[in-house]
C-alpha cells in the first residue's frame, strides 16, 4: 500500500480510534509452494493491548484450508479497509479552473496490521477466545458463554479453531484531500454531503476532521 506524506497516519490514537470502530476485515495468509495468497474475509476483536501494537483474536472453521498455511508460516496480514467514496472529477477542479479539469479519485481509509499468527487449540483456551469475542459484538448479552463439554454450545469447540494474532507492524492511510486547497475541500464535503451515498458522510466527515485548520 502506497501511503503519500499526506495520506500518512502520525498518531497511532487515531488509527487505533477507528479500528475500534471497525471489526470485519481480509486476514491475507502466505499460500503453500507454488500457490498464491490466500484471503479470508471474517470478523476480529482488537485489543489494543498486550504489546506496543496490541493484538487481535478471531475464529475460523476447522475445514478452513488457511490452517495449513499459517502452519507452515505464520507471518500473516489483516486488511481492514472502509469509509471510502468515489470523488467525480468536477468536485476536486483546481480553483478558476473548468471542471472537466478535475481528477477523479478514491477516498479510504486503511489500516493494515502485520502479525504473527498463534492457532488456539485448547478448548478452555478456544472458548475464552470466543467469549471476549461475542462480548465485543455482543455487550448486551443475550447468548450463552461458552464452555467445554457444556450445551449448548461445548459441542461445537471441536470444529473452530482460534486465532491470535500479536500484531508486530502497522500501516495506517487515510486518503482524504485535507492537503488541497480549502476550497477544493469545501467542494468535495459539499458534493459529498448532497450525494450521500454510502460512505460519503464517514468521508466528509474524515475530510473535515483531518483539515489543519480544524485541529488548530
Known sequence: ?????????????EWRAWLSRHDFGQLAVNGLSGEPPWVQPLHFRYDS??????????????????WQAIEENPTVVLSVVDDYAFV????AAPVGAPPEHGTPTSFYAAVQLRCTA???DDPAEKAALLNHQVAHFQPEGGTARVAPGEAPFGRLLAGLRGLRLDVTD???KFKYAHHKP?????????????????????????QRRRRPTDSA
Open 49 to 66: 493491548e498486550p504489546g506496543p501494537h496490541g493484538r487481535v483474536l478471531t475464529h475460523l472453521a476447522r475445514p478452513n484450508p488457511l
Open 1 to 13: 500500500m502506497l501511503i503519500h506524506p499526506w495520506d500518512a497516519v502520525h498518531d497511532s490514537d
Open 182 to 206: 480549502e476550497p477544493v475541500q469545501d467542494a468535495i464535503v459539499a458534493g459529498l454531503t448532497a450525494r450521500a451515498a454510502r460512505g460519503d458522510a464517514e468521508a466528509a466527515a474524515h
Open 118 to 120: 498463534h492457532v488456539v
Open 170 to 172: 502497522v500501516r495506517a
Open 88 to 91: 467525480p472529477g468536477p468536485w
